[in-house]
């Protein structure tokens, strides 16, 4: 190929480049606004203070706030506690909090019933993940699946 035959190639492609770029990014922002404003949190995990003065014993607790701004039926919550494994990561307990009937909107629910009792004092890294099912608008809604933003190391082997 001759110089010149490669310089006008080299030179058509450097501007069909910028051009083909900028229409993948102006397609890409028109993005979908979502149906709800619906938020599910999920807490780090803890030593629970309330579950030792109840029972005696420690335990390993996550917990998880749900808030939406649509009228919600048939909510179902459910929070996991995973301990972090050398080659694989082992789930200790999981829990469903199911609330059956209407829900009004902009109210807050609040899982605070999973948790695993703490059978030594060994340090454990766990974290926690939550996700929540409910009709909304007559139709069946799924959160996608949220994880605690650290992973704590704790003195209590599960």
């Not at 938020?39 to 420690?58: E, Y």
């Given at each position: 190929m001759s110089i010149?035959?490669?310089?006008?190639?080299?030179?058509?492609?450097?501007l069909i480049l910028p051009l083909t770029t900028n229409l993948k990014i102006s397609n890409?922002?028109?993005?979908?606004?979502?149906?709800?404003?619906?938020?599910?949190?999920?807490d780090n995990p803890h030593l629970s203070d309330s579950i030792k003065?109840?029972?005696?014993?420690?335990?390993v607790k996550v917990n998880a706030i749900?808030?939406?701004?649509?009228?919600?039926l048939n909510l179902k919550i459910t929070v996991a506690i995973y301990k972090k494994g050398l080659l694989r990561n082992y789930k200790v307990a999981s829990k469903t909090l199911q609330i059956n009937g209407f829900i009004p909107?902009?109210?807050r629910i609040a899982h605070k019933?999973?948790?695993e009792r703490c059978?030594?004092?060994?340090e454990s890294r766990y974290y926690g993940t939550a996700y929540a099912v409910a009709l909304i608008q007559g139709k069946e809604m799924r959160t996608l699946?949220?994880?605690?933003?650290?992973?704590?190391?704790?003195?209590?082997?599960?």
């Amino acid at each position: 190929m001759s110089i010149l035959k490669f310089r006008y190639l080299l030179a058509t492609l450097l501007l069909i480049l910028p051009l083909t770029t900028n229409l993948k990014i102006s397609n890409a922002s028109q993005v979908t606004p979502p149906v709800t404003n619906c938020f599910l949190r999920v807490d780090n995990p803890h030593l629970s203070d309330s579950i030792k003065r109840k029972t005696g014993f420690d335990a390993v607790k996550v917990n998880a706030i749900s808030i939406c701004d649509k009228e919600l039926l048939n909510l179902k919550i459910t929070v996991a506690i995973y301990k972090k494994g050398l080659l694989r990561n082992y789930k200790v307990a999981s829990k469903t909090l199911q609330i059956n009937g209407f829900i009004p909107a902009n109210k807050r629910i609040a899982h605070k019933g999973t948790w695993e009792r703490c059978k030594n004092e060994r340090e454990s890294r766990y974290y926690g993940t939550a996700y929540a099912v409910a009709l909304i608008q007559g139709k069946e809604m799924r959160t996608l699946p949220v994880t605690t933003q650290k992973t704590i190391s704790l003195p209590c082997g599960t």
